[in-house]
Nanobody, 120 residues
Framework: VQLQASGGGLVQAGGSLRLSCAASKRSGVMGWFRQGPGKEHEFVAAIRLSGGSTMYADSVKGRFTITRDGAKNTVYLQMNSLKPEDTAAYYC?????????????????WGQGTQVTVSS
């Protein structure tokens, strides 16, 4: 599975961005992770492409929304009320299985990062 992420950029605090991730073939679960400067790789959100159930990190609940377009094998991450601490390279990933998971090692396919920078 090849993943192509896009949509990053520079935005002021309080602003919004939408990330997209297109997969070359359908996966059961797709997710977003991020790694900020000097920080560890962390889970952001995941979605099951069948049914649309979702999972979020506590740090983004209520601000970020993950959705999918099953016909296009594409997932989106709508990010609202962005904070400077959301600054990171964001990576989309496709899981090996069909269960929602926040565990990075359970994702077998990774796209290139797209940079999100939030200025204060």
């Amino acid at each position: 599975v090849q993943l192509q992420a896009s949509g990053g950029g520079l935005v002021q605090a309080g602003g919004s961005l939408r990330l997209s991730c297109a997969a070359s073939k359908r996966s059961g679960v797709m997710g977003w992770f991020r790694q900020g400067p000097g920080k560890e790789h962390e889970f952001v959100a995941a979605i099951r492409l069948s049914g649309g159930s979702t999972m979020y990190a506590d740090s983004v609940k209520g601000r970020f929304t993950i959705t999918r377009d099953g016909a296009k094998n594409t997932v989106y991450l709508q990010m609202n009320s962005l904070k400077p601490e959301d600054t990171a390279a964001y990576y989309c990933a496709a899981a090996r299985g069909f269960a929602l998971t926040s565990v990075g090692r359970e994702y077998g396919y990774w796209g290139q990062g797209t940079q999100v920078t939030v200025s204060s």
